[in-house]
């Protein structure tokens, strides 16, 4: 009887469970929205409880959709939005505030103060450049705005996580994490790969709400039965980014891809030296095994897919699908521009002040226009953080591989080919982060041989580029500049 292996995707704006064969290919699927909540302007919170609700129910239905039972599923694998804080009481599993979502900007004064005075330290130990995107801010916010919460963090009685660690301990009842959602709290030591003590000083953290960090690739711990009503073993958990890596096949140095979803997010595979950066990228682990861990070089952009639910929100557009049309309904973008800085401008600029943009609008200017600058910033966004990769690791992509739900688009991927200049792979699994998590379960469970990931990932298109040079650099000349105009908008408004 054929075996299976589960991949938990808990993304920003959904949860999705998928099965996928003894050939890594796709079984079912199900998925559930998970709604963000702006309780203030710059604050992103969502609900701890129904990340656990909608995981056991999209469990169920994929369960169902495949017509087969849980104990056909041999090993589970989780990935997860990183950064997003959450703290629950460690006896009874409740949350004691919402889910601080990566995207929430309510301590860019501290990390303005941060940078002044940790930076170098934070940047040496981390990896990582003071952000509000991170962890450290957003518990320390909690430990000193929750009324009595760092006092019962003291006693041992809080328990601090990113989503991995919620869903392990609300699914297994362990408080672990693994090397890759640890090294995007900006309070691990991603060369020692442990807590670094004195980090956690100038945050203020206990180390009794911290959880035990393991390889990616390693055995957490049994589902109890309560959530999932079924006893499955969890043997890989990777951020959601080191997971479209690792699904991507890009395990050794020089493999590169861009997860386009609710941000964009490029990463680029180090080896097992930690990189450095002068281009404002981020140095991170891309995933572990028990005997070692794999680097990288990441830049994130905050706002990508989100900019297309934006206008989908605003009911410019009906559906994602119709972005592509609108889009080629143009002969180019008539000189439209549009700076999706909905929450600062991450990579390579790290400007949490800049806010979003748009310019050149006429009396011309359609739905059509907006819709097309918007899949265009995707790509221009895309560029900015490559050849600012390419500067650090001192190389030339021959090729970027692309995944995320954006990926679908044609027209987005030729166009980023056309900008880029080089070519664009689309895999077979547009749901990269899910094949990664369970391909490292597969693969620390027995299933495959890490050996074997790289021939799993199976290509679908390949987008070569056809844009002449000059036009190329005429659209990114006009982008720079757009860029410019959007960034301090929010400081200099005060």
């Known amino acids: 009887m054929e075996k299976y292996v589960g991949a938990i995707d808990l993304g920003t704006t959904g949860v999705r469970f998928v099965i996928f064969d003894s050939a890594a ?5 199900a998925y559930r929205e998970l709604p963000l909540s702006y309780p203030q302007p710059g604050w992103v919170e969502q609900d701890p409880e129904l990340m656990v609700r909608e995981t056991a129910t999209v469990f169920r239905e994929a369960l169902d959709k495949a017509k087969i039972g849980p104990e056909r599923i041999a090993a589970l694998g989780i990935t997860n939005q990183r950064e997003t804080t959450v703290v629950w009481d460690r006896e009874t599993g409740e949350p004691l505030y919402p889910a601080i979502v990566w995207q929430d900007r309510r301590t860019a004064p501290r990390c303005d103060e941060l940078r002044r005075t940790h930076a170098e330290l934070i940047r040496g130990r981390t990896g990582l450049t003071p952000d509000p995107y991170f962890s450290a801010t957003k518990l320390e916010w909690l430990l000193m705005n929750v009324p009595g919460l760092a006092e019962r963090a003291e006693k041992g009685e809080v328990a601090f996580g990113t989503v991995d660690s919620w869903l392990l301990f609300r699914l297994c009842g362990v408080h672990l994490t693994d090397h890759t959602n640890a090294s995007r709290t900006m309070l691990f030591d991603i060369r020692r790969l442990a807590w670094d003590p004195e980090i956690l000083g100038i945050f203020s953290v206990p180390g009794e709400v911290l959880p035990e960090v393991r390889p990616s690739l390693s055995h957490f711990g049994v589902t109890d039965g309560k959530v999932l009503g079924a006893e499955i073993p969890v043997t890989g958990v990777l951020g959601d980014q080191q997971a479209a890596l690792f699904g991507q096949g890009c395990l050794d140095a020089g493999g590169a891809k861009v ?141 970027l591989r692309v995944d995320g739900g954006a990926a679908r688009n044609d027209f987005l991927c030729q166009f980023q080919a056309d900008i880029l200049g080089v070519p664009v792979v689309r895999p077979e699994v547009l749901e990269t982060t899910a094949l990664g998590a369970a391909l490292a379960a597969g693969v620390a469970a027995g299933i495959w041989g890490i050996s074997d990931v790289p021939e799993l990932v199976r290509v679908e298109r390949r987008f070569d580029p056809a844009m002449p040079d000059k036009e190329r650099e005429r659209l990114l000349s006009s982008w720079k500049r757009a860029v410019e105009r959007a960034r301090g908008w929010a400081k200099e408004a005060r």
């Open 25 to 29: 290919r796709e079984v079912a699927s």
């Open 259 to 399: 997860t386009w979803g609710t941000g964009a997010f490029l990463l680029l595979n180090t080896g097992t030296e930690v990189p450095t950066s002068a281009q404002g990228l981020l140095s991170t682990v891309a995933y572990s095994t028990g005997d070692r861990a794999a680097y990288a070089l990441e830049g994130s952009v905050f706002i990508a897919g989100a900019a297309i639910q934006w206008l989908r929100d605003l009911e410019l557009i009906s559906s994602a699908a119709e972005s592509e049309e609108l889009s080629r309904s143009l002969p180019d973008n008539e000189g439209v521009y549009f700076v999706p800085a909905l929450v600062g401008l991450g990579a390579p600029y790290w400007d949490p002040y800049a806010r979003g943009t748009i310019l050149g609008l006429t009396r011309g200017t359609t739905r059509a226009h907006l819709v097309r600058a918007a899949l265009e910033a995707i790509a221009y966004q895309t560029h900015d953080v490559v050849r600012a990769m390419e500067a650090d690791a001192g190389i030339q992509l021959p090729e």
